[in-house]
């Protein structure tokens, strides 16, 4: 059980253009889902957390209207990269929040976005 | 601001030794706590979680829970090299906030 899918799992777009990265939770309902952006041999960032239904919380730094988050239900959440630059190019990693007494958090494979 | 500490490493060890991996957090009101596995160029996989202090057995792998402390700590017994990854340590608070360390190399040598 709690498997997060993601699709695309890697995807290469021109400078300028949007992307959309979806993340499903397969077999639990989430209200919560978060996203994560990794650049090689860093640490994990938190970019915004996402509730189903409602607006995303971003975290400091990352522009809204660049990154747009919805989570139209409880097992869909999607991230749009808009109007892509080289310097968006990382590792995008959803997460899904069981609601379980504990809150574990199951992480979908990721996609690694390339813009050229 | 909420911090969780890991030595970046690397640690490396022996094949068949035990492996001991250390975090600490710096919110007393933190409830839950979690390690992930990170393999290179892959994401974090949940191993072990532990709400309560004391120890936690899963296979080979053992959590230690430390509050008045606030230590959480990882043991890998008969590592193998295919415990070679990134451990992360994760620390959830009463809401919603998960606060992630920045992760311990592990390195097992055949």
């Known amino acids: 059980g709690a498997v997060v899918s993601q699709h695309p799992s890697w995807v290469i777009c021109k400078s300028g253009t949007s992307v959309k990265i979806e993340c499903r939770s397969l077999?639990?309902?989430?209200?919560?889902m978060f996203w994560y952006r990794q650049f090689p041999k860093q640490s994990l960032m938190l970019m915004a957390t996402?509730?189903?239904?409602?607006?995303?919380?971003?975290e400091q730094g990352v522009e809204k209207d660049k990154f747009l988050i919805n989570h139209a239900s409880l097992t869909l959440s999607t991230l749009t990269v808009t109007s892509a630059h080289p310097e968006d190019s990382s590792f995008y990693i959803c997460?899904?929040?069981?609601?379980?007494?504990?809150?574990?958090?199951?992480f979908g494979p990721g996609t690694r976005l390339t813009v050229t | 601001q909420k911090e969780v500490e890991q030595n970046s490493g690397p640690l490396s060890v022996p094949e068949g030794a035990i492996a001991s991996l250390n975090c600490t957090y710096s919110?007393?009101?933190?409830?839950?706590f979690f390690w992930y596995r990170q393999y290179s160029g892959k994401s974090p996989e949940l191993i072990m979680s532990?709400?309560?202090?004391g120890d936690k057995e899963d296979g080979r792998f053992t959590a230690q829970l430390n509050k008045a402390s606030q230590y959480v700590s990882l043991l890998i017994r008969d590592s193998q090299p295919s415990d070679s990854a990134t451990y992360l340590c994760?620390?959830?608070?009463?809401?919603?906030?998960?606060?992630f360390g920045p992760g311990t190399r592990l390195s097992v040598l055949p």
């Open positions: 997460s899904a929040r069981a609601r379980t007494t504990y809150y574990e958090q199951y």
């Open positions: 077999d639990f309902q989430a209200t919560t």
């Open positions: 996402s509730n189903e239904g409602s607006k995303a919380t971003y």
């Open positions: 919110d007393r009101g933190s409830q839950s």
């Open positions: 532990i709400y309560s202090n």
């Open positions: 994760a620390v959830k608070d009463y809401g919603q906030n998960f606060v």
